[in-house]
């Protein structure tokens, strides 16, 4: 068994440890100045900020309805379930072809956007958007439903016996105790999108300063500059690592220090 785990260990660790040791130090800070790094460096992080607010206004509410759904026939229970658990094991890029079939020219909804309002959605910076959105969605839906299950509801039936509205206990109640679960998802939420490749370079492409995300350069640039894309790598790596720290303890118990 000890073996075995270690082989599972050095699966997980040994191409982190060889991306850290062949990364170029000596040059990392030049290579990551590069007006291409720069450009796709402020593009993923304000695609990924605007997805994040994107999944907090619809993934809340989406969690609250998967957390109450309890009641329900086990049919229509598991049916909403499973909707929400697909982009969690479907290939990214398989996720790409379906918004592109969704969302194209001759997309089930993007003719008619672009018949009757003009509305082009590919290929777009609102593309790439789209794309995390659809992949970091269940991330935040089910890390505040884990928070909702866990929560005492008798304090939402005791505001709900004082007079309080549905609207009035979720704001003030609901939500405050479900607060800490909500920016947890919504951290990891924001890392997935980060991260996203596979659906953003299918639906969006890879269009400098539009839809070129730091994932897709990094890509890109291992067939033509390979230190330029460890050095995006470890970028990637950095956030990846800095949001486990944050997260660490209090919101993923089974990792200690």
Known sequence: MALLAGVGLAVLVLPLVALVVRAPWGELGALLARESVLEALVLSLGTAIVATGACLVLGVPLAVLLARAASWPAPGRRLLRAAVTVPLVLPPVVGGIALLLLLGRRGVLGGALADLFGITVPFTTGAVVLAQVFVALPFLVFAVEGALRSADRRTELAAATLGASRWQVFRHVTLPLVAPGVAAGAVLCFTRALGEFGATITFAGSLPGVTRTLPIASYLAMQTDPDE???????????S?????????????GVRG
Do not use: E, K, N
């Open 229 to 239: 894309a460890i050095a995006l790598a470890l970028l990637l790596l950095a956030v």
């Open 241 to 253: 690592v800095g949001v486990l720290l944050l997260l660490r303890d209090r919101w993923l118990p």
